[in-house]
């Protein structure tokens, strides 16, 4: 159980083009996801936290206009990457939150902009 | 808001040694920390987790101890093998937001 897929697993754009990536958990609902980003050979990143049925909620630093969370359902939330640059390439990882603390993790979606 | 430091950021040890990797966090109301692996290129796994009101817990060959009063936190791995190397992550949460704090991670390095 407590499975969560991300799709797509690998996506490369153009600069200036939009990307959405999608976070599903697949044998439970989860009223709250959360996106990371995380760069070679560092650490995960918050980015924001996706509550469904609401708007998201962004770490400082995140430009929110950039990086658009959309939680539909209790099994899907979307990260949007709008008019993305070479420097958003990165591995984007996806949790979902069952029960208090824990989270469940996809297997993360690779981003090339070239 | 919360930070959690990590150490040290590479360790190698010899096959069968034990390794330990410590973490310290900030924020005294972060009420539960788990230890993820991660290998190349893929998705996180929990190894194992511990809550504020528990000093210590085991599971085969990992432990994790927390000391709640100098706000850290250990990961101990006895008896290493080949298969643990990886890059190993702390991280802490709290009541509330429940969102992770990552520490900077460690890449252990298990020499056959």
């Known amino acids: 159980g407590a499975v969560v897929s991300q799709h797509p697993s690998w996506v490369i754009c153009k600069s200036g083009t939009s990307v959405k990536i999608e976070c599903r958990s697949l044998?439970?609902?989860?009223?709250?996801m959360f996106w990371y980003r995380q760069f070679p050979k560092q650490s995960l990143m918050l980015m924001a936290t996706?509550?469904?049925?609401?708007?998201?909620?962004?770490e400082q630093g995140v430009e929110k206009d950039k990086f658009l969370i959309n939680h539909a359902s209790l099994t899907l939330s979307t990260l949007t990457v709008t008019s993305a640059h070479p420097e958003d390439s990165s591995f984007y990882i996806c949790?979902?939150?069952?029960?208090?603390?824990?989270?469940?993790f996809g297997p993360g979606t690779r981003l090339t902009v070239t | 808001g919360e930070n959690v430091e990590q150490h040290p950021s590479t360790l190698s040890v010899q096959e069968g040694d034990s390794a330990v990797i410590k973490c310290t966090y900030s924020?005294?109301?972060?009420?539960?920390f788990p230890w993820y692996k991660q290998e190349l290129g893929k998705r996180p796994q929990l190894i194992i987790d511990?809550?504020?009101?528990?000093g210590e817990k085991k599971d085969q060959r990992i432990a994790v101890t927390l000391n709640k009063t100098a706000k850290h936190f250990s990961l101990h791995i006895t008896e290493t093998q080949p298969e643990d190397s990886a890059v190993y992550f702390c991280?802490?949460?709290?009541?509330?937001?429940?969102?992770?704090?990552f520490g900077t991670g460690t890449r252990l390095k298990v020499l056959a």
């Open positions: 949790s979902a939150r069952q029960g208090a603390h824990e989270q469940y």
């Open positions: 044998d439970f609902q989860a009223t709250t």
């Open positions: 996706s509550n469904e049925g609401s708007k998201a909620t962004y």
């Open positions: 924020d005294s109301a972060s009420n539960y």
């Open positions: 511990i809550r504020s009101n528990v």
């Open positions: 991280a802490a949460s709290k009541r509330g937001t429940y969102k992770y704090i």
